[in-house]
């Protein structure tokens, strides 16, 4: 009788892991199976689970805007250096002709010959604390401009997300948040489409 009983509780534990494994597996009456999160109503993807991404690489290379702000920083870096390339060219034209002079002995006093040389050593010191200022400020409106562009895409990201409803977009840069993803979760261009229409130079 105990042997009965074994042999019925076996069968019944089979049976209900078959059972398991069928439902889990997403087999229908007609043994086909059913692709993994398929939504009810023929409704996309995405809206079953209502997340996605951006690849800000992409966004940024294309985002007019950011372009705008690249190239603000550019003319700045540019003038900057320019600047001090110009000052740096007098500084190495008056030193040449310290150097001349004194080969030629072309001072009088060894006074006047020190003199001379702080005088040049001062400017050279200024030179130096002129680039290392521009440095600064360049950073500094570099991060200005990084931050009002942060500033920027997020509101634009919360009136675009009024229509769509995400719960939560990503950011993604080279791969290094997102190691795999469904295409369907990649909003890149469409925000972006709207991002550049929605951009007027005069904004900025």
């Given at each position: 009788?105990?042997?009965?009983?074994?042999?019925?509780?076996?069968?019944?534990?089979?049976?209900?892991?078959?059972?398991?494994?069928?439902?889990?597996?997403?087999?229908?009456?007609?043994?086909?199976?059913?692709p993994?999160?398929?939504p009810?109503?023929?409704?996309?993807?995405?809206?079953?689970?209502?997340?996605?991404?951006?690849?800000?690489?992409?966004?940024?290379?294309?985002?007019?805007?950011?372009k705008?702000?690249?190239?603000?920083?550019?003319?700045?870096?540019?003038?900057?250096?320019?600047n001090?390339?110009?000052?740096?060219?007098?500084?190495?034209?008056?030193?040449?002709?310290?150097?001349?002079?004194?080969?030629?002995?072309?001072?009088?006093?060894?006074?006047?010959?020190?003199?001379?040389?702080?005088?040049?050593?001062?400017?050279?010191?200024?030179l130096?604390?002129?680039?290392?200022?521009l440095?600064?400020?360049?950073?500094?409106?570099?991060?200005?401009?990084?931050?009002?562009?942060?500033?920027?895409?997020?509101?634009?990201?919360?009136?675009?997300?009024q229509?769509?409803?995400?719960?939560?977009?990503f950011?993604?840069?080279?791969?290094?948040?997102?190691?795999?993803?469904?295409?369907?979760?990649?909003?890149t261009?469409?925000?972006?489409?709207?991002?550049n229409k929605?951009?007027?130079?005069s904004?900025n």
């Amino acid at each position: 009788m105990k042997n009965i009983n074994y042999i019925l509780n076996g069968v019944l534990a089979v049976a209900v892991i078959v059972l398991f494994i069928l439902h889990f597996t997403g087999k229908n009456e007609a043994g086909e199976t059913k692709p993994p999160l398929a939504p009810e109503g023929g409704g996309s993807l995405s809206s079953l689970l209502p997340v996605a991404y951006v690849n800000m690489d992409s966004l940024l290379q294309n985002y007019n805007y950011y372009k705008d702000l690249n190239e603000i920083i550019v003319r700045k870096e540019e003038s900057a250096r320019a600047n001090v390339n110009q000052q740096g060219s007098q500084l190495q034209a008056e030193l040449q002709d310290f150097e001349r002079k004194i080969n030629n002995n072309a001072f009088l006093t060894r006074e006047r010959v020190e003199q001379e040389q702080q005088r040049l050593l001062k400017k050279r010191q200024e030179l130096e604390a002129l680039d290392n200022r521009l440095t600064q400020d360049l950073m500094a409106e570099h991060q200005r401009l990084l931050e009002q562009l942060r500033d920027s895409l997020s509101a634009q990201l919360k009136i675009f997300n009024q229509e769509k409803k995400y719960q939560i977009i990503f950011s993604n840069i080279s791969s290094d948040n997102i190691l795999l993803a469904d295409d369907i979760f990649d909003i890149t261009n469409e925000l972006l489409i709207y991002l550049n229409k929605n951009y007027s130079p005069s904004n900025n």
